[in-house]
């Protein structure tokens, strides 16, 4: 097959998806300028978009469709991410009472989630999975089941046990234990599903969309056992700090001292080892260059992932704006193979 099947990963990561949100603006606008369209947005690109936690969020976004036309998207790249400058200080909002309450999210949630739950049933309405204008991937956790869960576009068509309210499947996706509580969703079937951040096993998702790529490429075109040379993936990272540990503090550490810095390195680590592994299996198929991976320097922001101060808004965006630039030349690249094939 001439032309590859299209893959956009987008990692989690709290507000630092403005890093993501930011590159994915100067691509949409490079799409607009190469194809003389003003009306091209992500979603008639890539044929399927992966997302967890803030990448599962801008996925359904960037898939939502218009409510005057529902095969266009209602959110340009730009809009998706302004809702991150708009309303990240009011979704982690710094309240004394919840502080003292959880204890800074030791003894309970660390954020209300009142106001996250009213902003996607703002945006997304009554919207559904099924209705997304591409398929798509996006990871949970079923904390009852001890299992994976994964909202995809092309099941919910197919089965209303598995189609959800957009706002459902995007609450469930960010999730993420200690911020929020754990998500209750329920499908068109009456299912209930106790749910949490999908980054506890996969905040770079872009692995799990090879995954389901490959059996969706498989039976859409008939093709036995589609290979690394019959996708492009393009994975978008939400910026990578890793904070030196002392070794003469950390021997010392117990569990309390380990909580938040395993939690790191695994989060860390299980992004860079699903890039990794990308990199093996495009190599090893002799199709190295059907595999981008960017994850964007966090310049004067900081890290953390509830950190919506003005000033950190402000910093993510600038450092986002900064890493397009730095990276122009592989968005170009990017744009060419999107729109050429």
Not at 50 to 62: E, R
Not at 185 to 198: E, I, K, N, R, T
Not at 210 to 217: D, H, L, N
Request: charged share 20%; proline share 4%; net charge negative.
């Amino acid at each position: 097959m001439a032309t590859p099947f299209r893959i956009l990963s987008i990692d989690g990561g709290g507000m630092r998806g403005i890093l993501s949100g930011q590159l994915l603006v100067a691509l949409e606008k490079k799409l607009q300028q190469k194809t003389g369209n003003s009306m091209a947005r992500i979603a008639d690109y890539f044929d399927m978009i992966a997302g967890n936690s803030t990448g599962g969020i801008l996925a359904c976004l960037y898939l939502c469709p218009d409510d005057n036309n529902n095969l266009r998207p209602m959110f340009s790249a730009e809009e998706a991410v302004n809702l991150y400058l708009k309303y990240g200080q009011d979704i982690f909002k710094d309240e004394i009472r919840q502080k003292i309450i959880s204890q800074g999210g030791f003894t309970n949630d660390k954020y209300p989630v009142d106001t996250l739950e009213a902003l996607l049933k703002k945006y997304f309405k009554d919207k559904k999975l099924s209705g997304l204008l591409r398929p798509c991937i996006i990871p949970a956790y079923n904390i009852t089941k001890r299992s994976t869960h994964f909202f995809t576009q092309q099941d919910a068509i197919q089965d209303q046990e598995f189609d959800f309210f957009i706002r459902d499947v995007a609450r469930a996706t960010s999730a993420a234990p200690t911020y929020f509580e754990p998500a209750l969703v329920s499908s068109f079937a009456g299912q209930s599903y106790p749910l949490v951040d999908g980054g506890v096993f996969a905040n770079n998702p872009a692995l799990c969309a090879f995954a389901e790529a490959r059996q969706f490429f498989k039976n859409r075109n008939a093709v036995h056992n589609p290979k690394a040379s019959d996708m492009f993936i393009v994975s978008i990272g939400t910026g990578s700090e890793k904070r030196s540990l002392n070794y003469d503090v950390a021997k010392g550490w117990g569990a309390m001292g380990w909580i938040f810095p395993v939690l790191d390195i695994v989060l860390s680590g299980a992004v860079d080892t699903v890039d990794f592994q990308l990199q093996q299996i495009f190599e090893s198929a002799d199709a190295a260059q059907n595999y981008i991976r960017i994850n964007p320097e966090l310049g004067e922001a900081k890290p953390e992932m509830d950190n919506a101060s003005s000033h950190n808004l402000d910093a993510l965006k600038a450092a986002g704006q900064a890493s397009a630039n730095e990276n122009n030349e592989i968005l170009e690249n990017i744009a060419n193979r999107l729109i050429n094939g």
